[in-house]
Protein backbone atom coordinates (compact mmCIF):
# COMPACT_ATOMS: atom_id res chain seq x y z
CA UNK A 1 0.00 0.00 0.00
CA UNK A 2 0.97 3.50 -0.96
CA UNK A 3 1.91 6.01 1.62
CA UNK A 4 2.47 9.45 1.65
CA UNK A 5 3.24 11.88 4.37
CA UNK A 6 3.18 15.54 4.81
CA UNK A 7 4.94 17.47 6.75
CA UNK A 8 6.05 21.44 7.21
CA UNK A 9 3.07 23.27 7.66
CA UNK A 10 2.19 25.80 10.24
CA UNK A 11 0.96 29.36 10.79
CA UNK A 12 2.46 32.73 8.98
CA UNK A 13 1.79 36.17 8.75
CA UNK A 14 0.22 37.38 4.83
CA UNK A 15 3.48 37.43 2.86
CA UNK A 16 5.17 34.86 4.51
CA UNK A 17 6.50 31.63 3.48
CA UNK A 18 6.36 28.21 4.11
CA UNK A 19 8.12 24.44 2.78
CA UNK A 20 5.82 21.51 2.47
CA UNK A 21 7.30 18.13 2.39
CA UNK A 22 6.05 14.72 1.22
CA UNK A 23 7.79 11.22 2.20
CA UNK A 24 6.98 8.49 0.56
CA UNK A 25 7.15 4.92 1.92
CA UNK A 26 7.05 1.61 0.91
CA UNK A 27 7.59 2.85 -3.00
CA UNK A 28 9.64 5.23 -4.86
CA UNK A 29 8.35 8.45 -5.70
CA UNK A 30 10.51 8.93 -9.13
CA UNK A 31 7.64 6.51 -10.99
CA UNK A 32 4.76 8.86 -10.17
CA UNK A 33 3.70 12.03 -11.09
CA UNK A 34 3.22 13.67 -7.31
CA UNK A 35 0.66 16.50 -7.08
CA UNK A 36 -0.43 18.90 -4.32
CA UNK A 37 -4.03 19.61 -3.50
CA UNK A 38 -5.50 21.56 -0.80
CA UNK A 39 -8.88 22.46 1.00
CA UNK A 40 -9.96 25.11 2.57
CA UNK A 41 -12.60 25.49 5.09
CA UNK A 42 -16.01 25.10 3.21
CA UNK A 43 -14.40 24.29 0.03
CA UNK A 44 -13.83 21.27 -2.45
CA UNK A 45 -10.41 19.68 -2.63
CA UNK A 46 -8.68 21.18 -5.39
CA UNK A 47 -5.29 21.29 -7.27
CA UNK A 48 -2.62 23.66 -6.49
CA UNK A 49 0.79 21.66 -8.54
CA UNK A 50 1.60 18.88 -10.05
CA UNK A 51 5.39 17.70 -11.19
CA UNK A 52 5.69 14.81 -13.86
CA UNK A 53 7.92 11.68 -13.61
CA UNK A 54 9.18 11.17 -16.99
CA UNK A 55 10.50 14.70 -17.51
CA UNK A 56 9.79 16.65 -14.18
CA UNK A 57 7.94 19.47 -16.01
CA UNK A 58 5.65 20.85 -13.51
CA UNK A 59 1.98 22.63 -13.91
CA UNK A 60 0.63 25.19 -11.08
CA UNK A 61 -3.00 26.77 -10.64
CA UNK A 62 -3.74 30.25 -11.73
CA UNK A 63 -3.67 31.00 -7.98
CA UNK A 64 -0.64 29.94 -6.78
CA UNK A 65 1.84 30.71 -10.28
CA UNK A 66 4.85 32.88 -9.53
CA UNK A 67 4.56 32.47 -5.73
CA UNK A 68 4.45 28.21 -5.16
CA UNK A 69 7.08 25.94 -6.40
CA UNK A 70 6.84 22.37 -6.68
CA UNK A 71 10.22 20.31 -6.76
CA UNK A 72 11.24 16.45 -6.17
CA UNK A 73 14.01 14.70 -4.94
CA UNK A 74 14.14 11.28 -6.02
CA UNK A 75 16.96 10.38 -4.04
CA UNK A 76 15.50 11.24 -0.90
CA UNK A 77 12.25 10.03 -2.10
CA UNK A 78 10.62 13.62 -1.69
CA UNK A 79 8.83 16.16 -2.85
CA UNK A 80 8.59 19.76 -1.79
CA UNK A 81 6.18 22.43 -2.18
CA UNK A 82 7.66 26.24 -1.35
CA UNK A 83 5.15 28.49 -0.98
CA UNK A 84 5.76 32.29 -1.21
CA UNK A 85 4.24 35.85 -0.64
CA UNK A 86 1.63 33.46 1.21
CA UNK A 87 -2.31 34.74 1.41
CA UNK A 88 -5.01 34.30 3.67
CA UNK A 89 -6.92 32.57 0.79
CA UNK A 90 -4.05 29.41 1.07
CA UNK A 91 -5.27 28.97 4.29
CA UNK A 92 -6.58 25.64 4.20
CA UNK A 93 -5.38 21.70 4.72
CA UNK A 94 -2.28 20.31 2.04
CA UNK A 95 -1.94 17.11 0.26
CA UNK A 96 0.24 15.48 -1.79
CA UNK A 97 -0.96 12.78 -3.65
CA UNK A 98 0.16 10.44 -6.60
CA UNK A 99 -1.67 11.48 -10.00
CA UNK A 100 -1.21 9.44 -13.36
CA UNK A 101 -0.27 12.45 -14.93
CA UNK A 102 0.66 15.95 -14.38
CA UNK A 103 -1.40 18.34 -16.95
CA UNK A 104 -4.12 21.25 -16.43
CA UNK A 105 -6.39 18.28 -15.72
CA UNK A 106 -4.65 16.32 -13.12
CA UNK A 107 -6.63 13.72 -11.14
CA UNK A 108 -5.65 12.49 -7.54
CA UNK A 109 -5.91 8.73 -7.13
CA UNK A 110 -4.37 8.64 -3.80
CA UNK A 111 -3.18 11.10 -1.12
CA UNK A 112 -1.73 11.33 2.26
CA UNK A 113 -3.22 13.09 5.49
CA UNK A 114 -2.54 16.57 4.99
CA UNK A 115 -0.46 19.58 6.49
CA UNK A 116 -2.42 22.70 8.18
CA UNK A 117 -1.50 25.86 6.44
CA UNK A 118 -2.80 29.14 8.04
CA UNK A 119 -2.04 32.33 6.76
CA UNK A 120 -3.66 35.59 8.84
CA UNK A 121 -2.37 38.15 10.54
Known amino acids: QLELVESGGGSVQPGGSLRLSCAAS????????IGWLRQAPGREREGVSC????????YDAEAVKGRFTISRNNRRNMVYLQMRDLKPEDTGVYYC??????????????WGQGTQVTVSS
Open 97 to 110: AVTPMCNTNWVPVG
Open 26 to 33: RFALDYYS
Open 51 to 58: ISSSDGRT
